[in-house]
């Protein structure tokens, strides 16, 4: 499935709805470049879920668990991992492997330890339809 979304709103709407179908140990691959509003799909996402606190991107932290929704999530942001053993030291298999929704930025990072089934979204810019304009691609693998 391939989704145009024209501004942050749209792009935070399909994140949203996303989120509202969101199925107990989903896993979630959310890839595309910096800046490319990850974070805006995320924060519509946990609104979907029906989290109510201030999401923000765990840069610095791996993962940010919210557990206000329907269902727990695990928000990480693998950017910044140095090597693959951090996530064991995190404890990322109770988050994959449990009944809440793992959303992963930058997966492609840790690719050899995730799920054999995955959601992927992946989020891209084309300047040649504006400023505001992201396609997004839904892919089940």
Not at 86 to 114: P, R
Request: charged share 30%; glycine share 12%.
């Amino acid at each position: 499935m391939v989704i145009d979304t024209w501004g942050p709103e749209e792009t935070r709407a399909f994140g949203k709805k996303m989120g509202q179908e969101a199925r107990p140990g989903q896993v979630i691959c959310l890839n595309g470049d910096l800046g490319v509003g990850k974070t805006i799909f995320t924060q519509g996402f946990a609104e979907g879920l029906g989290i109510d606190e201030p999401v923000n991107s765990p840069t610095f932290t791996i993962v940010q668990q919210y557990d206000t929704g329907r269902l727990p999530l695990y928000h990480f942001d693998v950017y910044r991992i140095g090597d693959i053993s951090e996530m064991d030291e995190i404890g990322y298999e109770d988050c994959f492997y449990g009944d809440g929704v793992s959303l992963i930025e930058w997966s492609q990072l840790i690719e050899e330890i995730l799920p054999e089934h995955v959601t992927e979204i992946t989020i891209e810019k084309d300047l040649e339809k504006g400023f505001d304009y992201r396609k997004i691609r839904v892919e089940e693998k």
